[in-house]
């Protein structure tokens, strides 16, 4: 269907393959995997390269040449990792000054590359290329992929690199200097419905005045869910971890993202001390290579621990579960809770950032929060990021006050455990529809490069 396109007043018609504007694209990341994984956004920018190469476009990713960069495997041809050289001595600098010296080695590589038609950076990682590049005269666009509200500390900046921000705020300049942002439509919502707290202020004014001058894209979790081949679901998957599974008493919730405070493992582990008595099992997945919770031993008292699960394994565990429990601080694109809706789960969260686009699906059950409860968790987030996501003692302080949220969270479990195990339903499984292309991340960008290019030519004539 044609639309009019509110910038320029001029028809946009839908673009043919023939028609696509973008033949290369460079991306600027931290992770991708299976180069370097240390969470969600690795397996995000993966598959957004993948949408991209499916569109024929040449996709080079630069990446940090760190010594725990795996190497890939299943690659196209079109898609074309480069690894950048770091220095040994960065491994024990701070990371914002690792991501600075990340960026100017891809501020140079990427002069070096003739034919791309957009760059993109992405998250905190990619942030100050995105600032050294506005410096920069040039006709590629520049792209900043907002993945979560990570605004680190620019205490460790030199006064020169500080200089070069035009905020206080390292992603707020990002957002202020790209020529398109990408982010959900969720975390717009929150910026428009409360006020953020003081270290997130800046971020929050320029994603609305992004947004305001139509430079802000929102794309949602659910178009970068993977394709899912036929009868995927049928397939055995013999790897020893799975084996755990046969082991863990049922009925069991599944808290199916990494366990950190950032990520709602407080919460969760306030949920799993209630649940006790009602002899729910409440399970969570190791980090690699560690053991659980090991600081916070009488946190973990109540959970069930498994080790760190492969991508399939997890789909596994989820599809298991009598329900998935996300009780996110912040969200970026809520791709955990996709995951799990999409496997056909009951699937609890909380209405923060990317999980507001969530509720149009049937297995999707929202924990109501108040505009002055979603104030409060943010709360909680800026002064995570200030101290160190994963920070117990900050979640200490706030725990009291978010009892009144533990107890809805513990009755929308109990909840949806006992009409399971009653065999009582209520939970829609139909199978999860494919989702419109259209609406896949790469197809989204590129049809915003486009009219980009069309509202610069009208630009022109103007």
Same mark, same amino acid.
């Given at each position: 269907?044609?639309?009019?396109?509110?910038?320029?007043?001029?028809?946009?018609?839908?673009?043919?393959?023939?028609?696509?504007?973008?033949?290369?694209?460079?991306?600027?990341?931290?992770?991708?995997?299976p180069?370097?994984?240390?969470?969600?956004?690795?397996?995000?920018?993966?598959?957004?390269?993948?949408?991209?190469?499916?569109?024929?476009?040449?996709?080079?990713?630069?990446?940090?040449?760190?010594?725990?960069?795996?190497?890939?495997?299943?690659?196209?041809?079109?898609?074309m990792?480069?690894?950048?050289?770091?220095?040994?001595?960065?491994r024990?600098?701070?990371?914002?000054?690792?991501?600075?010296?990340?960026?100017?080695?891809?501020?140079?590589?990427?002069?070096?590359?003739?034919?791309?038609?957009?760059?993109?950076?992405?998250?905190?990682?990619?942030?100050?290329?995105?600032?050294?590049?506005?410096?920069?005269?040039?006709?590629?666009?520049?792209?900043?992929?907002?993945?979560?509200?990570?605004?680190?500390?620019?205490?460790?900046?030199?006064?020169?690199?500080?200089?070069?921000?035009?905020?206080?705020?390292?992603?707020?300049?990002?957002?202020?200097?790209?020529?398109?942002?990408?982010?959900?439509?969720?975390?717009?919502?929150?910026?428009r419905?409360f006020?953020?707290?003081?270290?997130?202020?800046?971020?929050?004014?320029?994603?609305?005045?992004?947004?305001?001058?139509?430079?802000?894209?929102?794309?949602?979790?659910?178009?970068?869910?993977p394709?899912?081949?036929?009868?995927?679901?049928?397939?055995?998957?013999?790897?020893?971890?799975?084996?755990?599974?046969?082991? *863990?008493?049922?009925?069991?919730?599944?808290?199916?993202?990494? /366990? +950190? &405070?950032?990520? #709602? =493992? !407080?919460?969760? @582990? $306030?949920?799993?001390?209630?649940?006790?008595?009602?002899?729910?099992?409440?399970?969570?997945?190791?980090?690699?290579g560690?053991?659980?919770m090991?600081?916070?031993?009488?946190?973990?008292?109540?959970?069930?621990?498994?080790?760190?699960?492969?991508?399939?394994?997890?789909? *596994?565990?989820?599809?298991?579960a009598?329900?998935?429990?996300? /009780? +996110? &601080?912040?969200? #970026? =694109? !809520?791709l955990? @809770? $996709?995951?799990?809706?999409?496997?056909?789960?009951?699937?609890?969260?909380?209405?923060?950032?990317?999980?507001?686009?969530?509720?149009?699906?049937?297995?999707?059950?929202?924990?109501?929060?108040?505009?002055?409860?979603?104030?409060?968790?943010?709360?909680?987030?800026?002064?995570?990021?200030?101290?160190?996501?994963?920070?117990?003692p900050?979640w200490?302080?706030?725990?009291?006050?978010?009892?009144?949220?533990?107890?809805?969270?513990?009755?929308?479990?109990?909840?949806?455990?006992?009409?399971a195990?009653?065999?009582?339903?209520?939970?829609?499984?139909?199978?999860?529809?494919?989702?419109?292309?259209?609406?896949?991340?790469?197809?989204?960008?590129?049809?915003?490069?486009?009219?980009?290019?069309?509202?610069?030519?009208?630009?022109?004539?103007?």
């Amino acid at each position: 269907m044609d639309s009019i396109c509110v910038i320029c007043g001029l028809t946009c018609l839908p673009i043919e393959p023939q028609h696509i504007p973008v033949k290369s694209v460079t991306m600027i990341s931290w992770e991708l995997d299976p180069f370097h994984t240390r969470g969600g956004t690795a397996y995000a920018i993966r598959r957004l390269a993948n949408q991209f190469t499916g569109m024929e476009i040449e996709t080079r990713v630069l990446l940090p040449d760190w010594l725990d960069t795996h190497p890939g495997n299943d690659l196209t041809p079109l898609l074309m990792p480069v690894l950048l050289k770091m220095r040994g001595e960065l491994r024990r600098a701070p990371r914002v000054l690792q991501c600075s010296e990340f960026c100017r080695l891809a501020l140079e590589a990427v002069e070096q590359i003739a034919g791309s038609d957009c760059v993109i950076a992405h998250s905190d990682e990619g942030a100050m290329f995105t600032i050294l590049r506005s410096r920069k005269r040039s006709c590629k666009l520049s792209v900043f992929w907002l993945h979560s509200l990570y605004d680190p500390p620019i205490d460790d900046f030199s006064k020169d690199q500080r200089q070069l921000l035009p905020s206080r705020s390292l992603l707020a300049s990002a957002v202020m200097t790209a020529d398109i942002v990408v982010t959900s439509a969720g975390i717009l919502k929150d910026a428009r419905e409360f006020e953020w707290p003081d270290r997130l202020k800046e971020l929050q004014k320029a994603l609305t005045i992004a947004s305001d001058e139509h430079r802000l894209l929102t794309v949602e979790s659910m178009g970068c869910l993977p394709e899912v081949p036929e009868n995927s679901q049928d397939k055995s998957i013999s790897v020893r971890n799975v084996e755990k599974l046969k082991y *863990v008493p049922s009925p069991y919730v599944l808290f199916p993202c990494r /366990p +950190s &405070i950032d990520k #709602g =493992f !407080g919460i969760f @582990a $306030a949920i799993a001390e209630r649940l006790q008595a009602d002899n729910i099992t409440c399970v969570a997945v190791q980090r690699p290579g560690q053991q659980a919770m090991s600081e916070n031993l009488s946190r973990s008292a109540f959970i069930y621990w498994l080790p760190w699960l492969a991508q399939d394994e997890l789909l *596994v565990a989820v599809r298991n579960a009598a329900c998935t429990v996300l /009780p +996110s &601080i912040t969200e #970026g =694109f !809520g791709l955990a @809770a $996709a995951e799990s809706i999409s496997q056909g789960a009951a699937t609890l969260y909380q209405q923060v950032g990317g999980h507001h686009g969530l509720q149009a699906f049937p297995n999707a059950l929202p924990v109501p929060l108040t505009t002055s409860e979603r104030a409060q968790l943010y709360g909680l987030w800026s002064e995570l990021v200030y101290i160190y996501p994963d920070s117990w003692p900050v979640w200490a302080r706030h725990e009291i006050s978010l009892r009144p949220l533990i107890d809805k969270w513990v009755d929308a479990i109990r909840s949806v455990v006992h009409r399971a195990v009653a065999g009582m339903g209520g939970i829609e499984n139909a199978d999860f529809p494919e989702r419109p292309v259209e609406e896949r991340w790469a197809n989204k960008l590129v049809e915003e490069i486009f009219l980009a290019q069309r509202r610069e030519g009208v630009k022109g004539i103007l």
